[in-house]
Every structure is written in C-alpha cells, then in structure tokens.
C-alpha cells in the first residue's frame, strides 16, 4: 500500500504496522514558501526564512511605492543594505542585533502583515544552515534561509526535502532497534 500526501514522518512506526509499503509528500517543498512559520527544516524543529521580498518583484510594496506611501531609492536602499548585512553576517562580520534591526526596518517598509523580528533573531542565533550537511546548504550558505525569489525558495525545499529524507532513516533506524 502507498500513501500520498504524508506529512507526519512521525508515524512511520503506526505506517509499518498498517502494511504500508512506501507514502510520499509535498509538504517539504510546499513549506519552504507557503508557511509563515516553517520554511526551513532543521535537526531538530523548524525555522521561519528570512524575508528580503525584491523592491520590482513584490505586488504589494509595488503597489506602496505607486501610491506615494514608500519612496522607492529608500527601499531599495534598505534592501540591498539587509542583503549586504546578512552576507556579512554569515561571514562574522555584523552583529546579529544590527541585521535582526535593519530587517525590522525594512519589514516596515514593505508593509509586512506580520513582525517576524523574533524569529530572525532566533534563527541568526542558531545559524542551522551551518551545520547542515545537505549540498543546498554547503553551497548556499545563509542564503537558504532567505524567502526572496522562486529559485531560493525552491533550493530551500529541496533542502527539506533531504532533511526530511535524513529523519526518516534516522526514525527507522531507531525502530529496528527497538
């Protein structure tokens, strides 16, 4: 029997004992641009990307600028200043407090629904990309963890996807000991 649509790779031992062959899921790939919270897979949980959104690619701040409510030079200042910071950052030249501040400042800017300062700070601590052992993250480096265009997103989906791939040997693993 093959499942379609699994998401809780928690259940693998329950899987087994039902007789299921093999189940497969989009979710790994889905989460790393559709969640707000669970974009990036980690060892252990899960972190929210960090969202650099294009001055000329994102609707909304488009529609702000057009509007006369964000000027356009300062936006895309700030944006390629948040980049800049976290390269540096990721190379240990720029202090965490310092980029978690100019992310919240250019979350102002494109009229983010949501205040994602906590996590950023969270996920800049922990750093996960660093010890992920995956190709994504070895190449890529911080920029994993940054929700910005299609390619970056999906690249980070495929990293979910190896973690979640990672988690299940190490849960069946387990299980043959058991």
Request: charge should be positive; charged fraction near 35%.
């Amino acid at each position: 029997l093959h499942l379609l649509g699994v998401s809780r790779i928690e259940r693998v031992k329950q899987f087994e004992k039902l007789g299921i062959y093999s189940f497969d899921s989009t979710s790994p790939l889905r989460q790393a641009f559709k969640d707000h919270l669970d974009n990036y897979y980690g060892k252990n949980k899960n972190y929210a990307a960090i969202r650099v959104p294009q001055t000329d690619g994102n609707q909304s701040l488009r529609r702000r600028i057009q509007a006369g409510e964000v000027n356009q030079e300062h936006a895309r200042r700030l944006e390629e200043e948040c980049m800049n910071a976290l390269v540096q950052f990721d190379n240990r030249r720029g202090r965490r407090k310092d980029v978690v501040s100019l992310l919240g400042e250019y979350q102002e800017v494109y009229g983010s629904r949501r205040d994602y300062t906590e996590e950023y700070d969270e996920v800049l601590a922990e750093k996960p990309w660093k010890d992920c052992p995956c190709a994504i993250c070895k190449s890529l480096g911080i920029h994993v963890m940054i929700f910005r265009g299609a390619e970056r997103n999906r690249r980070r989906g495929f990293h979910n996807v190896f973690t979640t791939y990672q988690n299940l040997k190490r849960r069946r693993r387990n299980l043959r000991k058991a």
